[in-house]
């Protein structure tokens, strides 16, 4: 890590993606906000959004736009029903995918279930110098993520996107 992106403060906003969740039976949700707070992280907003693309797609353009944030987890809504607009909502936003970032999940996810993990389209990537991560619903998959990758590196990603 370049010696001064260690310095750097991170300030997310997450987008839980669900047709049927609310802030009280969030746990993926509510998991990262701890995850945050114990790296003290500062959380900026928490939003609950259906499988809406347009929704979806607003809250992501809305937080990139915001000067305040300089990053965003998105999680749910990357599977493979009808209603999992997620992935495919936002890898058009980005304007640069972290390619390794979605290999690695999958390949930590293995170790813990087998086949099933490439059932995953996890990914990252940026949009006008704001991180955005997209991560599974489950508790389980936000836990891997948020520790063994998102946490360990975001503000080396982030100071990277903000180098001149």
């Not at 987890?73 to 972290?98: A, N, S």
């Not at 503000?155 to 903000?162: A, C, K, T």
Request: with cysteine; charged share 20%; hydrophobic share 35%.
């Amino acid at each position: 890590m370049h010696p001064t992106h260690s310095q750097l403060s991170i300030r997310a906003a997450i987008l839980t993606v669900s047709d049927t969740r609310t802030k009280a039976d969030d746990h993926g949700g509510q998991r990262i906000q701890s995850l945050l707070q114990e790296a003290s992280f500062e959380l900026v907003d928490y939003q609950i959004s259906k499988d809406e693309p347009l929704e979806i797609s607003n809250h992501v353009q809305k937080w990139c736009a915001d000067s305040t944030i300089n990053t965003i987890i998105v999680t749910g809504g990357t599977g493979f029903t009808p209603r999992d607009q997620t992935y495919d909502t936002i890898l058009p936003l980005f304007e640069k995918e972290m390619m390794g970032f979605g290999e690695l999940f999958r390949t930590l996810s293995y170790e813990e279930i087998g086949p099933k993990a490439m059932f995953s389209r996890a990914t990252a990537g940026s949009r006008n110098k704001t991180a955005i991560y997209v991560l599974p619903g489950s508790t389980n998959a936000v836990t891997l993520a948020m520790t063994k990758l998102i946490l360990p590196t975001v503000q080396h990603f982030v100071g990277e996107l903000n180098r001149i």
